[in-house]
Nanobody
Framework: QVQLVESGGGSVQAGGSLRLSCSAS????????MGWFRQAPGKEREGVAT????????YYVDSVTGRFTISTDNAKNTLYLQMNSLKPDDTAIYYC??????????????????????????WGQGTQVTVSS
């Protein structure tokens, strides 16, 4: 079955960096949309960044552009999110998500902005990121 397992969360001070990883299994990783979402307490889940593992197309939400970098190692079925210049507003649970597993055209749509959690079929359990001022 499909499994997404995140790691790499933690606590840092503002201006610091963290690197999240998501190990994927149970499906063909090479032609899907992989994304990172986050949810802060009392707020809706927000799309952060996506990458199409087949085309390499990348999308970032404006609030993280220039600070976060999404990447994938298709040989390892692993998704990454390098987060630099972290701010207290980045504090949230970060989730890895996969979309378009049954239809690559659905994946293209899922990866295009604006990002919607409803376009992703599978989710990891989440990893906490806390940024202190």
């Amino acid at each position: 079955q499909v499994q997404l397992v995140e790691s790499g969360g933690g606590s840092v001070q503002a201006g610091g960096s963290l690197r999240l990883s998501c190990s994927a299994s149970g499906y063909d990783y090479r032609r899907v949309c992989m994304g990172w979402f986050r949810q802060a307490p009392g707020k809706e889940r927000e799309g952060v960044a996506t990458i199409n593992t087949g085309t390499g197309s990348i999308y970032y939400v404006d609030s993280v552009t220039g600070r976060f970098t999404i990447s994938t190692d298709n040989a390892k079925n692993t998704l990454y999110l390098q987060m630099n210049s972290l701010k207290p507003d980045d504090t949230a649970i970060y989730y890895c998500a996969a979309g378009g597993l049954q239809n690559e055209f659905v994946g293209y749509a899922a990866c295009a902005g604006p990002l919607s959690a409803g376009d992703f079929e599978y989710w990891g359990q989440g990893t906490q990121v806390t940024v202190s001022s």
